[in-house]
């Protein structure tokens, strides 16, 4: 009795397993983890980022999305393209790449037009992450031993932020309206 109630706890357990998504997530994961370690310029790794982030969206769920909003900057600090001395801001990055996604599902998943819905989730996303960044970037630079680097941080954490999300949200429009997934 009990091995076959073990065996049909098991066999309930992997039909909910959607094996498709685990695989797209780690896919996802895995250039979201090694990018930062291979390209070093904020205009390249960034609008991929962002890309990834708003993909997983789609192909791996909110979940998927949300908890792939941890690794890259993660990965951007002990890859390189975040100096060292940025270590205090990566949460803040964080949360900003959570405000992202959470501002692109939330606007998409309620509007009727799917094409319209993404475009203004994305441009509400980036805009969230931009403010945020953008209203946390005093603080940050308080939080940087070296005075003469909170230049670098305002110009880092504020409006180029805006514009990589933008772009990344177009190029993940144009990759899930490749998989037809919009």
């Given at each position: 009795m009990t091995f076959f109630f073990m065996s049909y706890i098991k066999e309930q357990a992997m039909a909910k397993v959607d094996t498709a998504a685990i695989a797209q997530f780690l896919s996802l994961a895995t250039i979201a983890t090694a990018l930062p370690f291979f390209i070093h310029i904020q205009w390249l790794t960034g609008p991929i980022v962002n890309a990834i982030l708003i993909i997983a969206i789609f192909l791996a769920g909110i979940r998927g999305a949300l908890l792939l909003c941890l690794i890259p900057s993660l990965m951007a600090l002990?890859?390189?393209?975040?100096?060292?001395?940025?270590?205090?801001v990566v949460p803040f990055i964080m949360i900003s790449n959570t405000l992202l996604v959470l501002g692109v599902d939330f606007v998409y998943?309620?509007?009727?037009?799917?094409?319209?819905?993404?475009?203004?989730?994305v441009?509400?996303?980036?805009s969230i992450k931009f403010l945020f960044l953008f209203l946390t970037v005093?603080?940050?630079?308080?939080?940087?031993?070296?005075?003469?680097l909170s230049f670098?941080?305002?110009?880092m954490m504020s409006w180029s932020q805006l514009v990589t999300a933008l772009i990344g949200g177009v190029?993940?429009?144009?990759?899930?309206?490749?998989?037809?997934?919009?």
């Amino acid at each position: 009795m009990t091995f076959f109630f073990m065996s049909y706890i098991k066999e309930q357990a992997m039909a909910k397993v959607d094996t498709a998504a685990i695989a797209q997530f780690l896919s996802l994961a895995t250039i979201a983890t090694a990018l930062p370690f291979f390209i070093h310029i904020q205009w390249l790794t960034g609008p991929i980022v962002n890309a990834i982030l708003i993909i997983a969206i789609f192909l791996a769920g909110i979940r998927g999305a949300l908890l792939l909003c941890l690794i890259p900057s993660l990965m951007a600090l002990s890859g390189g393209l975040l100096p060292a001395v940025l270590a205090p801001v990566v949460p803040f990055i964080m949360i900003s790449n959570t405000l992202l996604v959470l501002g692109v599902d939330f606007v998409y998943s309620r509007s009727r037009d799917a094409v319209k819905g993404f475009a203004a989730g994305v441009l509400a996303g980036a805009s969230i992450k931009f403010l945020f960044l953008f209203l946390t970037v005093g603080l940050m630079s308080n939080l940087v031993i070296k005075k003469e680097l909170s230049f670098k941080i305002a110009q880092m954490m504020s409006w180029s932020q805006l514009v990589t999300a933008l772009i990344g949200g177009v190029l993940a429009f144009i990759f899930l309206k490749w998989l037809k997934r919009i």
